[in-house]
């Protein structure tokens, strides 16, 4: 069964990079769009892995895995979004504990649909 989570006033954007991160070249233009999301009334918590990249993918499969899956625990954060798709998500699904998972918006594109096709 499907259900959607209702957003309140001020929502926590969690940001996590369960494929690709940002390369240091484009951190300012991350940073920025993190701080408009601010202007616009989010609270917006970037993980670690949205920092690093190399090879395709952010962090070790464990690190990027234990990072969403914090965020999806995390009762104070309520949507999820990663920087950007990628090629190598299906790499932390073994990882998950879908058990734990609580309602909350999941958004993204690319590589995010082998983890929308999980949940």
């Known amino acids: 069964m499907i259900t ?3 957003l309140t006033s ?3 954007i969690g940001i996590t990079a369960p494929s690709s991160g940002v390369p240091q070249a484009l951190h300012s233009m991350f940073s920025l769009s993190c701080e408009q999301m601010k202007e616009k009334g989010f609270s917006v918590i970037p993980g670690e892995t949205v920092w690093t990249q190399h090879k395709a993918k952010s962090a070790s499969p464990k690190k990027r895995a ?3 899956q914090a965020m999806i625990e995390d009762r104070n954060i309520d949507i999820i979004i990663p920087p ?3 090629e190598l998500l299906i790499e932390i699904l073994e990882h998950l504990d879908f058990t734990k ?3 909350k918006w999941v958004l993204g594109y690319s590589d995010t ?3 929308l096709l999980a949940i």
């Open 66 to 68: 234990n990072e969403l």
């Open 113 to 115: 649909s082998v983890l």
């Open 84 to 86: 950007w798709g990628g």
């Open 4 to 6: 959607y989570p209702f």
């Open 101 to 103: 998972w609580t309602a």
């Open 10 to 12: 001020n929502p926590t």
